[in-house]
């Protein structure tokens, strides 16, 4: 009877850990600090020969469900003219579950700071939003790649003509197909 206590005790003992483990997996992350940075290129759908390679960097913080939850600021430079764009954003990056997942939800609403090609700026709408995978990832930090759609609005704006009077034009707006490869940390 003694070595039946004996192997049962054993037996209980070895597995408990394993329990303990995943317990501990399934315990919710704490909330924490959060930052990262991408680098992106967009094509441009509008055919407004506006596509553009950029950056970006963002903060806020992490939730059991929610990777991501902060503000960022970019700089989008086009590959053919000098017309920059500058978007400030909010970033909301979830998987909708407090589990691991492989892949994500990126969106990223704001306004654009845009540089007109008469050296003028404008303000208009910025909206991203993608879905994404991990690449890789610890406990200090996760790689990802991000497909997605972002539209930037251009406005109208005020210019002098060749008489000296004021013409109001409209700027198209932009729609481009973007690439995004990051990390957070």
């Not at 049962?8 to 919710?28: F, K």
């Not at 400030?88 to 939800?105: E, K």
Request: with cysteine; aromatic share 10%; hydrophobic share 45%.
């Amino acid at each position: 009877m003694k070595h039946l206590i004996a192997i049962l005790v054993l037996a209980l003992a070895s597995i408990m850990p394993s329990y303990a483990q995943a317990a501990e997996e399934d315990a919710p992350k704490a909330l924490r600090f959060a930052w990262g940075a991408d680098l992106n290129s967009s094509v441009d759908l509008s055919q407004n020969d506006m596509t553009n390679i950029g950056i970006d960097a963002y903060f806020g913080i992490s939730l059991p469900a929610v990777e991501m939850l902060g503000v960022g600021v970019g700089a989008n430079v086009p590959v053919s003219n000098s017309r920059y764009s500058y978007p400030i954003f909010a970033i909301l990056r979830t998987n909708f579950s407090s589990r691991p997942s492989l892949c994500f939800l990126d969106l990223r609403p704001g306004i654009s700071i845009n540089n007109r090609i008469d050296s003028r700026q404008q303000t208009g709408a910025y909206v991203s939003a993608g879905v994404g995978i991990q690449l890789a990832s610890t406990r200090s930090f996760r790689s990802h790649l991000i497909l997605g759609y972002t539209f930037t609005s251009q406005g109208d704006f005020t210019t002098t003509a060749t008489d000296g009077s004021d013409l109001v034009l409209h700027a198209p707006d932009l729609h481009f197909a973007t690439l995004r490869l990051g990390i957070t940390f």
